[in-house]
């Protein structure tokens, strides 16, 4: 076996998902309690909540409270909640795939699939829509009210023509308008009601069979009815039967139905490595994480300890994506409606999320979902994916090791790029390495390394005074030559 082959076998060993390990029982206590605190505190009248690990689904989730004031029934596990803007993920995976399929394409003109808004929306483009970059005004809560209307009566709507705010592909305007249109587009592309597209190319295929966007569909007994609380006493929302604004957040569902959601989610990620094939539907969900227009600030949810964290923010698909100062990567979504509240948050770099749902109106659950992910990040369960080593990065382990023990870089120079030397001579890093031995002191066997992209990686030796570390970047040559080397050492902590 030769030493690159034998490299990448250890790399794949290492790399190799262990077995899961449940929530710790602890945590999961923690949790609920969190949960059951904010239902308490915020008196919504029922709460259920759900926690998802990549390949393993549903590994915790609780309910706690009423689903029905009137006539006290319990939250349980298959009660059903209406989860509102959260259906948005759905229905731009579903524009996505479209697209990925040439049954469309994301810079087409909306008027092509929407013929009634020709003469005041023929600026438009799909990936406005999806984005919120339409320049529509944001609609919170009209847009919620609208979720019955009629195919008729929207097609007499977008006839009219509607006003924007602002100029179309300007900024983020968030619009449960833009999300009907998708409905429509959907409608008119397959040839099939949205739902029931949107049902083939997500529910049935993932078993959610519990999950529908017709409260007709929910068994009697089983609906987390909706509540608002106002003169000290609680009062029903209206039920909103299926419509074309259906599309932006019409949907119901479980705790076990959406995890399945959220898992499916998570599945995409890591992508597979350069040169490796993987299926088409993985990139695709992958592209809701893609957003549009300049990136947005927003105080981080969910834990106090950290107040002046900030989130940087943009809009994919039916997802906000965003990098947090504890998270990492982060994509979430919520869902407010009358009489009911809902969010959802997951790590794709490391495969957890969490959802929770809430039977009163434009419940605030975004802050508990997110203090629910943090103590699992702060519980040491949240290992972000190992990157695969790529064989670029396996065969420069050799000459790696030769250029730190001969002190000379000249020892590889078929291995170093053309820029290497010009940015900084011979002499130069000759110097630096001498410097770095001299803090190092021996370092006997070859390096490990630590893949950071296929052509980007550290390289690890263990040294008697601690861990020396080069950075190397590699040029995109056809053979590995290193453009770039910065050289690190750790002292041991004694």
Known sequence: MTSVRRILLMAALLAAPATAEPLPPELATRIDEMMQDQASINNWPGIAWGIVKRGEGLVHAGHSGIADVASDRKVAADTRFRIASMTKAFTALTIHELAAEGNIRLDDPVVKYVPEMAGWGDALTITDLV????GFVTDDPWGDRQTPLPEAEFTAFLKAGVPFTRAPGLTHEYSNLGYAILGRIIRNVTGQPFEAEIARRRFQPLGMGATTFNLADVPQGQLATGWRWEDQQWKREPDMGPGTFGAMGGVITTVPDYARWIDHLLSAWPAAA??????????????????????RRINRPGNANVPTCMVAVVYGGGLRVGDDCQLGRVAFHGGGYPGYGSHMVFAPDSGWGVFVFANHTYANTTGVAWAALTAIKEAGLMKADIVPLSPALARLVDP???????????????????NFLMDRDAAHRTADIAAIKAKSGPCPNPPGVRALGALEGEYLWHCKGGTLIAHALLAPTPTPQIQALDWDFKPDRR
């Open 131 to 134: 984005h919120h970059m339409a």
């Open 400 to 418: 790696m090791h030769r250029i730190f023990t001969s002190g000379d870089v000249n020892s590889a120079s078929a291995n170093l790029a053309v």
């Open 274 to 295: 350069p040169g490796t094939a993987e299926p088409k539907s993985r990139a695709t969900v992958r592209s809701l994480a893609r957003g549009e227009g300049s990136p």
